[in-house]
Nanobody, 122 residues
Protein backbone atom coordinates (compact mmCIF):
# COMPACT_ATOMS: atom_id res chain seq x y z
CA UNK A 1 0.00 0.00 0.00
CA UNK A 2 1.04 3.58 -0.66
CA UNK A 3 -0.35 6.55 1.21
CA UNK A 4 -0.43 9.99 -0.38
CA UNK A 5 -1.03 13.32 1.34
CA UNK A 6 -1.39 16.55 -0.62
CA UNK A 7 -0.87 20.06 0.69
CA UNK A 8 -0.47 23.58 -0.64
CA UNK A 9 -3.85 24.40 -2.09
CA UNK A 10 -5.59 27.71 -1.50
CA UNK A 11 -7.06 30.85 -2.99
CA UNK A 12 -5.05 32.91 -5.45
CA UNK A 13 -5.76 35.67 -7.93
CA UNK A 14 -5.51 35.08 -11.65
CA UNK A 15 -1.92 35.32 -12.77
CA UNK A 16 -0.63 34.14 -9.42
CA UNK A 17 1.23 31.01 -8.40
CA UNK A 18 0.82 28.08 -6.03
CA UNK A 19 2.92 25.04 -5.28
CA UNK A 20 1.29 21.76 -4.37
CA UNK A 21 3.13 19.00 -2.55
CA UNK A 22 2.35 15.31 -2.30
CA UNK A 23 4.14 13.20 0.30
CA UNK A 24 4.21 9.46 -0.29
CA UNK A 25 4.69 6.79 2.37
CA UNK A 26 4.43 3.04 2.59
CA UNK A 27 5.61 0.81 -0.28
CA UNK A 28 7.05 3.70 -2.25
CA UNK A 29 9.64 1.45 -3.89
CA UNK A 30 6.81 0.05 -6.02
CA UNK A 31 5.94 3.42 -7.54
CA UNK A 32 6.84 3.89 -11.20
CA UNK A 33 5.37 7.36 -11.65
CA UNK A 34 3.38 10.01 -9.83
CA UNK A 35 0.63 12.03 -11.41
CA UNK A 36 -1.50 15.06 -10.71
CA UNK A 37 -5.14 15.17 -11.69
CA UNK A 38 -7.85 17.74 -11.09
CA UNK A 39 -11.61 17.76 -10.92
CA UNK A 40 -13.77 20.85 -11.27
CA UNK A 41 -17.41 20.88 -10.12
CA UNK A 42 -19.60 18.99 -12.56
CA UNK A 43 -16.65 17.76 -14.62
CA UNK A 44 -14.71 14.54 -14.86
CA UNK A 45 -11.35 14.14 -13.24
CA UNK A 46 -8.66 15.05 -15.75
CA UNK A 47 -4.94 14.47 -16.12
CA UNK A 48 -2.67 17.43 -15.40
CA UNK A 49 0.92 16.18 -15.21
CA UNK A 50 3.06 13.18 -14.30
CA UNK A 51 6.67 12.42 -13.52
CA UNK A 52 8.56 9.14 -13.55
CA UNK A 53 9.94 8.29 -10.12
CA UNK A 54 13.27 7.30 -11.66
CA UNK A 55 14.75 9.53 -14.32
CA UNK A 56 12.31 12.36 -13.80
CA UNK A 57 10.73 12.30 -17.26
CA UNK A 58 7.67 14.53 -17.23
CA UNK A 59 4.34 14.62 -19.04
CA UNK A 60 1.80 17.43 -19.23
CA UNK A 61 -1.71 18.09 -20.41
CA UNK A 62 -1.80 20.65 -23.20
CA UNK A 63 -3.85 23.00 -21.05
CA UNK A 64 -1.04 23.44 -18.53
CA UNK A 65 2.10 23.17 -20.66
CA UNK A 66 4.39 26.13 -20.12
CA UNK A 67 2.59 27.13 -16.91
CA UNK A 68 2.86 24.11 -14.61
CA UNK A 69 5.97 22.18 -13.64
CA UNK A 70 5.96 18.75 -12.00
CA UNK A 71 9.01 17.56 -10.11
CA UNK A 72 9.99 15.00 -7.49
CA UNK A 73 12.38 14.70 -4.59
CA UNK A 74 13.13 11.01 -4.21
CA UNK A 75 14.93 11.51 -0.91
CA UNK A 76 11.78 13.02 0.58
CA UNK A 77 9.34 10.78 -1.33
CA UNK A 78 7.59 13.96 -2.37
CA UNK A 79 6.21 15.23 -5.66
CA UNK A 80 5.52 18.86 -6.40
CA UNK A 81 3.33 20.75 -8.83
CA UNK A 82 4.43 24.33 -9.36
CA UNK A 83 1.56 26.26 -10.90
CA UNK A 84 2.26 29.66 -12.45
CA UNK A 85 0.11 32.07 -14.45
CA UNK A 86 -2.99 30.56 -12.90
CA UNK A 87 -6.33 31.08 -14.59
CA UNK A 88 -9.88 30.88 -13.19
CA UNK A 89 -10.38 27.72 -15.27
CA UNK A 90 -7.64 26.05 -13.21
CA UNK A 91 -10.00 26.08 -10.23
CA UNK A 92 -10.52 22.49 -9.10
CA UNK A 93 -9.70 19.92 -6.47
CA UNK A 94 -6.22 18.66 -7.25
CA UNK A 95 -5.29 15.05 -6.54
CA UNK A 96 -1.96 13.32 -6.62
CA UNK A 97 -1.82 9.67 -7.54
CA UNK A 98 0.70 6.87 -7.86
CA UNK A 99 0.96 4.31 -10.62
CA UNK A 100 3.00 1.23 -11.41
CA UNK A 101 3.25 2.40 -15.03
CA UNK A 102 3.09 5.76 -16.73
CA UNK A 103 -0.30 6.90 -17.93
CA UNK A 104 -2.80 9.73 -18.23
CA UNK A 105 -5.99 7.87 -17.39
CA UNK A 106 -7.41 7.74 -13.91
CA UNK A 107 -7.82 3.96 -14.11
CA UNK A 108 -4.06 3.58 -14.56
CA UNK A 109 -3.39 4.96 -11.09
CA UNK A 110 -3.67 2.72 -8.05
CA UNK A 111 -3.26 5.08 -5.14
CA UNK A 112 -4.83 8.48 -4.57
CA UNK A 113 -4.51 11.32 -2.12
CA UNK A 114 -7.46 13.05 -0.54
CA UNK A 115 -7.25 16.13 -2.75
CA UNK A 116 -6.56 19.79 -2.13
CA UNK A 117 -8.70 22.71 -3.29
CA UNK A 118 -7.23 25.30 -5.63
CA UNK A 119 -9.37 28.37 -6.31
CA UNK A 120 -8.30 31.04 -8.78
CA UNK A 121 -10.27 34.29 -8.65
CA UNK A 122 -10.62 36.58 -11.64
Amino acid sequence: QVQLVESGGGLVQAGGSLRLSCAASGRTFSIYAMGWFRQAPGKEREFVAAVRWTGGITYYADSVKGRFTVSRDNAKNTVYLQMNSLKPEDTAVYYCAATLRIGTRTDEYLYWGQGTQVTVSS
